[in-house]
């Protein structure tokens, strides 16, 4: 069963307007939550993370909120870009401590378009 | 700046063939990971290392083993490649105690006929 999921498989919106990325879990030990963006034919890179004691973390253009009683979170990029066009991951950690690894969703294709 | 290469960019290899496929990171990172990426399914973790010699079945562990003799090189070994075996696979690197964000390699894309 898939513990963390991004239903929606793809996002367009016009460059300058908001993109609301969104995602969902249901292991409730998850304590940390990560965005990775992807590239075609290269490796994700980390964009932005929420600790569960958080609601909100801003970095720029980037802002992820955590609703932890919904077991929701989502990533708004703006003004959004073409070159953020891209594959968007969310990964979950439920472990902390030495040995932590993350748990993906299957990814939102973003298209930006000019 | 953490640096994670994989051994090649693009591979074609037959069905039955042994594929081994390497990373290695510069960094000192205790904690390496495998995953694959296909479309419509995300990133699924093969195997992790949490330290040399160290190793762990991720999700999807049939049909792969791992070798991590060395602290900064971690291998992914295909024993008999079979064609639901093409994939791009990333492998990943962690600190440990600092944090949890994992780094990627660029990824090699594997295709067996």
């Known amino acids: 069963d898939q513990q963390v999921k991004q239903n929606s498989p793809s996002l367009s919106v016009q460059e300058g307007r908001i993109s609301i990325l969104n995602c969902d879990y249901t292991?409730?030990?998850?304590?940390?939550f990560l965005w990775y963006k992807k590239y075609p034919a290269e490796g994700p890179t980390f964009l932005i993370s929420i600790s569960s004691i958080k609601d909100k973390n801003e970095d720029g253009r980037f802002t992820v909120f955590l609703n932890k009683s919904a077991k929701h979170l989502s990533l708004h990029i703006v003004p959004s870009q073409p070159g953020d066009s891209a594959v968007y991951f969310c990964?979950?950690?439920?472990?902390?401590?030495?040995?932590?690894?993350?748990?993906f969703g299957k990814g939102i294709t973003l298209s930006v378009r000019p | 700046d953490v640096k994670v290469t994989q051994s090649s960019r693009y591979l074609v290899k037959r069905t039955g063939e042994k594929v081994f496929l390497e990373c290695v990171q510069d960094m000192d990172h205790e904690n390496m990971f495998w995953y694959r990426q296909d479309p419509g399914l995300g990133l699924r973790l093969i195997y992790f290392?949490?330290?040399?010699?160290?190793?762990e079945k991720g999700d999807i562990p049939e049909g792969y083993s791992v070798s991590r003799e060395k602290k900064e090189r971690f291998s992914l070994i295909l024993e008999s490649a079979s064609t639901n075996q093409t994939s791009m696979y990333l492998c990943?690197?962690?600190?440990?105690?600092?944090?949890?964000?994992?780094?990627f390699g660029p990824g090699t894309r594997l295709t067996v006929t």
């Open positions: 292991n409730s030990m998850f304590d940390y």
């Open positions: 290392s949490y330290d040399v010699k160290m190793k």
């Open positions: 990964a979950a950690s439920a472990t902390t401590g030495a040995n932590s690894k993350l748990t």
């Open positions: 990943a690197t962690r600190k440990r105690y600092r944090g949890y964000e994992q780094y």
